[in-house]
């Protein structure tokens, strides 16, 4: 939820109509921006954002040069003083915003009895209610005097409904942080009344917050985003509607300040409308298409295609829709084409990236669920008030999308098209926006693109997500249960601690990843993965041997690859591909198995790329079509990778490739995964995961465990099965209710996936700070945290689903050959959650519990191991790590 936003937003509440007392509406008016205001003051500034590990965009750098006044610089050197001053510090949750400079939609509310009145943020990207606490004096609380606004807090004293708690929360953002406790009291929202509504009372807020007209934010996002477990105000109030929906409508202004800087910056101006309980059918157009949510977090779905000019993606992505974002969030490769498309330059001053505002350039075209939705110029043109005719391209880059969704599309798309958010159905749906004015006009010898989308409703459903949900149809005379057995790979980290050149390896990831910044030709920015160390292999076979004989399955040609619940495509190497990558580097000690497709009767190519990227390097090569042969089953068209060039760190890795076990969603260039295509073969659309545990120490593959397709593992998983709902069926994503080790409890929810290609557990800042505290583990030079081999460690925690799941010391303590007795925490940090879920649980988790994966049901089950390697005292297990990986 990027809040990177031009021209300040104020929401009036209008009565709602008599006649039908359950449609409500709000209306939106726009008021100054806090970017703009500064500009008109001479203020020229330098900001460039980035999004770190995973999830959390923060600024990566922020130079400024002033004309007159250092007001800009001042202010946004303190937001990054304060965003430091936050390290370190236990907090309840880390949130994806950045620094609140721009503008963004505002309503009133009332909270209590008497009412009290609020200005919040109205924002689709959160799922919370806060306002600011009447106990907090400081002058962020009160409204400094930039915004020009004095801030209205809530006095819980004078409310004779407030229900008090004692559960805190605490919200860390780009700059700085939002802390109080959580409470509860009657809530009205444009005519919904709701009488408990759990809401946070902040004490302090962070200075950004102090230097904007608003008095908190209003959370529209599902409930499994929202903090510490409170219901959001939408699921409470959803009784009183005539439908579970309600739509978004944004107008677009000749007269908008953001266009004209020189019109009177403090005069509001209408900004729209949101109708909760129906269609707005006064501001958008009858044709409605819908696309099913992928995940019920933020208002998540599957983009099927970007075209620009000359540039086309070729690939589709995972994409959100927030009010609390104006500008369109894109990987960095489709940010190159636009800058390409509109021959825009980056200024040195500001750090933007200007266009001529006079000149004509080809629409934005986004294609969602078969229908394309075109932006033209004049949403992404914004004149800002620069010389010499500039304007600015309404576009940022998403440096590493990590766990989040590739796309934002903020009020740039939200203005051309209303957003229709059923809760009912779990759809999101767009509708044209009647309104016609606009305040860029493209050179009358110009073509302009058509804008209204000619395909007719009832042709626009994205079928991947019902394909997986429904029951597959299947032959009941041959549907089975099928097993892969995996093998436990060598670890690669070990290797280099061994040989203490674990740094200068580490270096050199880090150097080939900066070399990729910038880069314009990975078709998808995949999130880092750096496979320093173990992870569970299986074999397979790929194609049909051209020349048939009594020996036929003795030419098969057979590829072990990583069994990856976190990722949904299969890739092998081609045997074009002659680098010592691809042949397999000596300190692997693998020769790699490659994939000749001329030797298969079978193999079909395509003229289609893929390329994923990586933290440390990239994969790219050609998307093909052949057999494939897992496990007993087989399917006859799977689509595959065939990879010419490999990231180096692969050619480390005894491995010939990936195989995906993630959802369709997930999966590159619209390929179908390989479970999906074979469910209608197996009895049961599930599969179960066991992870053998190991007590002594090796440098060697060791038999890992087994993947049980169709079935139950009943040998080597407990019969209690416990089942939790999936939140997002991209990866194996739920709720995590709580997180605890020692004296220390996190008292919060969080978003969580299981994955069987990560093998330590990754964890938020403020949790993984926590379980250093608890165990007293020490930094090392080479980056891992390391504690006694023999010392006495709590458990950690995990409560899923309301019960307790407890991974002791012998699971997170790992052996990887350090001298004096030293052991690796086998914990990473996820440094900023974002839009991704906020831990992994990998291999550390999954050989305690066997994970059953129910594609049917879309949920995912845990039951205990019987792990016969289970000791009664503590031993340290040999299984490395993945550190660096944020999600394959």
């Not at 699921?235 to 509607?241: A, F």
């Not at 490739?657 to 590159?668: N, V, Y």
């Not at 295509?677 to 465990?705: C, K, Y």
């Not at 407890?806 to 004096?820: R, S, W």
Request: hydrophobic content about 35%; some cysteine; overall charge negative.
């Amino acid at each position: 939820m990027l809040k990177l936003i031009f021209g300040l937003c104020l929401l009036s509440i209008t009565a709602a109509n008599p006649e039908r007392r359950k449609v409500f509406h709000v209306a939106m008016n726009r008021t100054q921006s806090l970017r703009a205001k500064l500009i008109r003051f001479n203020i020229i500034y330098r900001s460039s954002f980035l999004q770190s590990s995973s999830t959390l965009f923060m600024a990566e750098y922020i130079t400024h040069q002033t004309f007159r006044e250092n007001r800009l610089e001042e202010f946004v050197a303190q937001q990054r003083l304060n965003a430091m001053s936050q390290s370190g510090q236990a907090v309840i949750d880390r949130q994806p915003l950045v620094d609140y400079y721009d503008d963004f939609y505002l309503g009133e509310i009332k909270l209590g009895t008497p009412p009290q009145s609020f200005t919040v943020v109205m924002d689709t990207g959160s799922s919370n209610l806060w306002v600011i606490d009447a106990k907090c004096e400081s002058q962020d609380c009160l409204g400094q005097p930039v915004s020009e606004y004095s801030k209205h807090q809530f006095d819980t004293s004078a409310s004779t409904t407030y229900q008090k708690s004692n559960q805190p929360f605490l919200l860390i953002y780009g700059s700085g942080s939002c802390k109080g406790v959580i409470g509860y009291d009657v809530l009205d929202l444009a005519g919904l009344k709701y009488a408990s509504q759990g809401l946070g009372v902040a004490t302090q807020i962070a200075s950004v917050f102090g230097s904007q007209p608003i008095d908190g934010i209003l959370g529209l996002g599902w409930p499994d985003l929202a903090q510490g477990q409170v219901v959001p105000p939408m699921q409470n109030m959803l009784s009183q509607l005539d439908q579970p929906i309600f739509t978004v409508y944004m107008s677009r202004l000749e007269a908008s300040f953001c266009r004209h800087p020189v019109l009177p910056a403090d005069a509001p101006v209408d900004g729209g409308r949101i109708t909760f309980g129906g269609f707005d059918k006064d501001n958008c157009r009858d044709e409605i298409n819908y696309v099913p949510l992928t995940s019920r977090t933020y208002w998540q779905f599957k983009l099927d295609d970007f075209v620009m000019g000359d540039f086309r993606a070729m690939t589709n992505y995972q994409v959100i829709t927030d009010t609390g974002t104006s500008w369109i969030g894109c990987p960095t490769d489709v940010f190159n084409a636009m800058v390409k498309n509109t021959n825009a330059k980056l200024s040195p001053l500001i750090g933007q990236w200007i266009v001529q505002c006079d000149t004509y350039y080809p629409d934005m075209i986004f294609k969602i669920g078969g229908i394309e939705y075109h932006i033209p110029a004049y949403e992404y043109v914004l004149d800002l008030g620069l010389p010499a005719g500039d304007c600015v391209l309404a576009a940022f880059p998403m440096v590493g999308t990590g766990n989040n969704p590739k796309f934002i599309l903020g009020d740039v798309f939200i203005r051309q098209y209303c957003n229709v958010h059923d809760i009912g159905q779990g759809r999101i749906g767009f509708a044209r926006s009647t309104v016609e004015g606009t305040t860029y006009t493209p050179p009358s010898t110009q073509p302009t693109s058509p804008t209204t989308p000619t395909t007719t409703s009832g042709g626009f459903m994205a079928t991947t997500a019902t394909l997986v949900l429904a029951a597959p149809t299947r032959n009941e005379t041959s549907s089975q249960v099928f097993q892969v057995s995996m093998r436990k790979s060598p670890s690669f980290r070990e290797k280099l601690i061994r040989e203490n050149r674990l740094v200068e390896f580490v270096a050199e990831q880090e150097r080939q990843r900066v070399e990729q910044i910038g880069s314009q030709s990975a078709v998808n920015p995949q999130p880092f993965k750096d496979y320093y160390d173990d992870f569970y292999l299986g074999q397979i076979s790929l194609g049909t041997p051209r020349t048939l004989s009594f020996f036929f399955p003795l030419l098969s040609q057979l590829f072990t690859v990583v069994m990856d619940t976190g990722s949904s495509n299969l890739w092998v190497i081609d045997s074009s591909c002659t680098s010592q990558d691809c042949y397999g580097q000596p300190s692997s000690g693998w020769a790699k198995t490659r994939f000749y497709t001329s030797r298969s009767s079978t193999f079909e190519s395509t003229n289609e790329t893929f390329v994923l990227r990586y933290g440390s390097g990239s994969c790219r090569g050609k998307i093909a079509y052949d057999v494939l042969n897992m496990a007993g089953m087989s399917y006859a068209h799977q689509g595959i990778g065939v990879a010419t060039s490999i990231a180096s760190v692969f050619g480390k890795q005894p491995m010939d490739g990936i195989l995906g076990l993630g959802w369709p969603a997930l999966a590159e260039n619209g390929v179908t995964p390989p479970v999906q295509n074979m469910l209608n073969q197996m009895s049961e659309p599930i599969f179960t995961v066991f992870m053998a545990r190991h007590q002594w120490l090796s440098l060697d593959a060791v038999d890992g465990g087994v993947i049980t397709f169709g079935g139950y593992d009943n040998v080597n998983c407990d019969s209690q099965i416990n089942y939790v709902p999936l939140t997002s069926q991209t990866y194996w994503q739920f709720k995590l209710d709580d997180f605890a080790i020692g004296g220390y409890r996190a008292y919060n929810s969080y978003q969580v996936i299981s994955d069987t290609g990560t093998s330590w557990i990754g964890a938020p800042s403020d949790v993984f700070y926590n379980i250093v505290s608890q165990t007293k583990a020490k930094l090392n030079a080479d980056g891992n945290y390391l504690l006694n081999c023999n010392g006495n460690y709590p458990d950690m925690v995990f409560k899923i689903g309301g019960i307790d799941y407890y991974v002791p010391a012998y699971e997170y303590l790992l052996d990887l050959g350090y001298t004096n007795n030293y052991c690796a925490l086998a914990i990473f940090e996820i440094k900023g959650v974002g839009l991704g879920p906020q831990f992994i649980l990998g291999d550390v988790f999954i050989r305690q519990f066997c994970n059953i994966h129910d594609v049917g049901k879309a949920r995912i089950g845990f039951a205990r191991s019987i792990n016969s390697a289970t000791s009664s005292s503590l031993f340290v297990l040999i299984a490395s790590a993945i550190v660096a990986r944020i999600l394959y």
